[in-house]
């Protein structure tokens, strides 16, 4: 079964800190990978997104993911976090061939501590 | 240019109700997405519109979902008989091209509350 499991639900760290926000998936071809941010009363963001070869990309606001086959995971990073940052972190998979349909993760809510 | 628009931003209704729900995509995106998404939970796909067309309407959850898109901008989401299962926030997005790493973007959403 196809699927993406996003296993914290919160994630609390301090302002400054580095971050890193975890991305498991289940997947029966190659995906193309995606992370968007959803901010309260706004829509999602697309953050970056990973189709083939380096499997570190560099995304807006300081996002990177790293992409491991092996590990079957797209993690999402961030050396240094800011308040703005606050929001909730979508991880998403979809077929090379369309992107029409979209395997989304329950997502996890990023909270900011100052 | 302007985002992708959704109205009503909120709307409240009565178990048995009828509904629209209209969306506003970027001009010249042709293609068209709504998603539902349910408290603590990831969108959840609905129907996709390439122009004019459903391309894929697969995901919506039974025949009291309907949704157009005439002219091949604006569309609406039609919710017969309202039922307090369909609660959720109802999103819309919208893309230039339909291939895997065309980026999608989303609207704001509209919040249906079914009482």
């Known amino acids: 079964a196809q699927s993406v499991t996003q296993p914290d639900i919160h994630i609390t760290v301090s302002e400054g800190a580095s971050l890193e926000l975890r991305c498991n998936y289940s997947y029966g071809a190659t995906p193309y990978l995606f992370w968007y941010v959803q901010s309260p009363g706004q829509g999602l963001q697309l953050l970056l997104k990973?189709?083939?070869?380096d499997t570190l990309v560099q995304g807006i606001k300081g996002f990177e993911a790293e992409f491991k086959r092996s590990q079957s995971s797209f993690n999402l990073r961030k050396p240094s976090v800011h308040w703005s940052d606050a929001a909730e972190y979508f991880c998403a998979v979809g077929p090379m061939d369309s992107n029409y349909q979209l395997i989304w993760g329950a997502g996890t809510k990023l909270i900011i501590k100052p | 240019g302007a985002g992708v628009s959704q109205t009503p931003s909120n709307k409240v209704t009565e178990k048995g109700k009828y509904v629209e729900l209209r969306c506003d995509p970027i001009?010249?995106?042709?293609?068209l997405y709504w998603y539902r998404q349910s408290l603590g939970q990831g969108p959840e796909f609905l129907i996709y519109f390439q122009g004019t067309g459903a391309a894929d309407d697969s995901g919506l959850p039974n025949d009291r979902f309907f949704a157009v898109r005439p002219e091949g901008s604006v569309s609406t989401l039609k919710i017969q008989r309202t039922e307090r299962g369909d609660s959720a926030v109802y999103l819309c997005?919208?893309?230039?091209?339909?291939?895997?790493?065309?980026?999608?973007?989303f609207g704001p959403g509209t919040r249906l509350t079914v009482l």
């Open positions: 990973y189709f083939s070869g």
């Open positions: 001009s010249g995106h042709t293609a």
């Open positions: 997005a919208s893309s230039q091209l339909t291939s895997g790493g065309a980026e999608k973007y």
